[in-house]
């Protein structure tokens, strides 16, 4: 038996049916796991799929989800857009939960149109000096980024933990979750009486802003051109390193935003668990969305359903919400597997010409 | 042809194709016991591939392999060792964190244990044996690369090969070092091993082969005795192209001053090694100058200074009067210097639309407070297409060009700049006929407009036909500079090959 791989493009409507083949490919791949729970996958694709979008309050819901994954990913799909391979992007996120903690928790005496700033620009500044340390090893000293910036991520995770279980615990009910942030720094509410915060009408305009300086900028081009062959621009006379300082602090503010948010829009407190992963996730979102701001929201606004719909599923069904994660990872094994068919043709020969001795 | 009894290989018409390009065709070579046979040619005159194919990497398309006059099929390097052929390539195949032994054991042991203590004996003796001095227990990483040819030496030898092919072993070495390797190969002759020595260097061929067969565009030029040949012949077999019709005529018009100085530059390769020497050069405005040289003498670095991405260590680099030497890409082309780069595919962005690598290298121009004047752009895009004939819409990728076009599409962007200085690295390796024609006549007309040219070519007629002064590079030196009028390529050859007149 041989396997052939041959360099063929595919056609379009070919490429419009990766995704849906995907997910597809992805309910019937993790089908069996529900089956181990004696449920019925068919009702697990309802509630994953359908269910979250059958009323408003779960659309909202999803799009509460959406709003952080929504900035991981647009984080991760600058960075890489750029040849800078930020994993650092849930480190990023913490220090910048943690920035808007420490300043929310000054705004007492603060009115609402001075705070709020002050937590945004706070968090976005706290992520960006969290990049600039590996930012700053790989541009000055060529020290692979994907190495420093992951490792870092535990060095933030723990500077919170170790915060939390500090001088931060928890005075009254001794939990390692701070106090919470003045009232005047807590972002508003987009619909009343929901969740849906100031937090994602921010994302959505960060998105819109990536995909104006991706595509319609100077910088947007000089940076996809390193990204894409970092010599060949160096040769254009583009600045290699700065251009790639600028988008990895870039990426670290986005990660920082997302931080904030999570704190003044949803918790309200620093707790220990203020990401489960969100930044990895937004690595799932940005590869999943192809780099591209327009499909990285569309790969977030599906994970944030799928997210939504994997509490649904465990109460409806009694399997573990944990499936959602399977159900993500799955889907970006096989998104990935199904690309190779957008640019390979693959054969299968049971029996090649054997050579004659 | 000699005898085929007494011939350790024996390789009898030998035709290998790449795609269109015939690298071998009907090749003989024939090594007898106990000699250094040289396979001398030019750059893709198909010295490498004959060997590739003596040592099962490549399979011949035509032709019969005889190993001591038995005929034999060769699949793949295990088939060669086992023929005792062993082959040390200008890439050494080494594990650099193990240790020699750790190398030269590397797939010849069996069974499950493995005695290492008995291992480093065995291969101390060998070194011992071969008269090549290297430790066993040596951690490969930390030995030079001169020491490292050593244990790609020792590995062939221990593996009981017969015959040795070194594949140009010189060109990474240091003159020390070269005096090594001859040494250690004469001793291999006087135990009876065959060598097959690949190299375009005249001087080493004449100083420690005992025949040369040259090879030229893949068919033997000629097979001839050391002791009754010399370096004039070598020359002449290895370059050996008639001075077919220059299509200019050479006017003797006011020489003006010089565009482009090089003032005693000296730059280090990639391995930290000098890769220009002092090199002095002036090419004045509305003047070709031709850099000829075998490929790896220092003209790909010597691109990259003026292409303002390699520093200068020594020296002065001055476009008209003003100091580049330590400019960057931007300060270079601000300064008026074009670069079309030795590989274009790699200098430009595949990934991106023609439109965008066109103007990739003056953004500015092409923005207003950073955003892209994007019709600015395509209708930028669409007067270079047509200007240069460019067979591509300016939304294409640019992976999807074809060469010709893509050298279009690169001429046309330096070229719109109107540049003072223009550095042409290789501009028609791997073109058509039409796209070279256009190419060249491109270059012409720069001249013409007075624009200085430094054209950098391994293709000896394409300096002929172009240059007004040639200057040959080699081991990164300038070894003469002369009219074009009137030079030969006989005597260019002997130059690029290293031979001082005189």
Known sequence: MRLQVERNPAPVWFRVLIPLASILLTFLLTSGFVLAYGANPLQAVYYFLIDPLSNHVRLIEVLVKTTPLLLTGTAVAFAFSGGYWNIGVEGQLYMGATAATAIGLQMHNTPAWLALPLVIVGGILAGIAWAALPALMKVRLKIDEVVTTLLLNYVAIFFVSAILNGPWRNPVSQWPQSPEIAASAIFPRLIPRSRLHLGFLLAVLVVLGVWYILSRTSFGLKMKAVGFNSEAARFSGINVERTMLAVALTSGGIAGLAGAGEVAGIHFHLIDAISPGYGYTGIIIATLGALNPIGVSLAALFIGLIDTGSQTVSRALGVPAYLGDVLQATLLLVTLGMLLLQSYRITLRWRGRVPAE | MTSDIDAVVAMREISKRFGTVLANDQVDFTLRPGEIHALLGENGAGKTTLMRILYGLYRADEGQIYINGLPVTIHSPKDAIRQGIGMVSQHFALVSPHTVTENLILGMTSGMRLNLGQAHEAVGAAAAEFGIPVDPKAVIRDLSVGQRQRVEILKALYRKARVLVMDEPTAVLVPQEVEQLFSSLRSFKEKGFSVVFISHKLHEVMAITDHITVLRAGRVAGEVSTRDTNPNELARLMVGR??????????????????????????????????????????????????????????TELAEVLAGIRPVIQGRVLVCDEDVTHADPQAMMAAGVGRIPEDTRANVIGQMTVAQNMVLEKLDQFSRKGTLDRQAISHYAETLIKDYQIKASPNDRMRTLSGGNLQKVVLARVLAQKPKVLVVAQPTRGLDVGATEYVRSKLLEQRAEGAAILLISEDLDEILQLSDTIAVIYEGRIMDVRAAHGATPHELGLLMAGVQKG
Do not use: C, M, Y
């Open chain 2, 242 to 299: 008639p001075t077919f019709g220059i299509t200019r005529k050479f006017d003797n018009e006011q020489k003006t001053i010089p565009a482009l100085v090089l003032e005693g530059v000296t730059t280090l390769d990639n391995k930290g090694l000098p890769a220009l020497k002092e090199v002095s050069l002036a090419v004045r405005a509305g003047e070709i100058v031709g850099l000829a040289g075998v490929s790896g003498n220092g003209q």
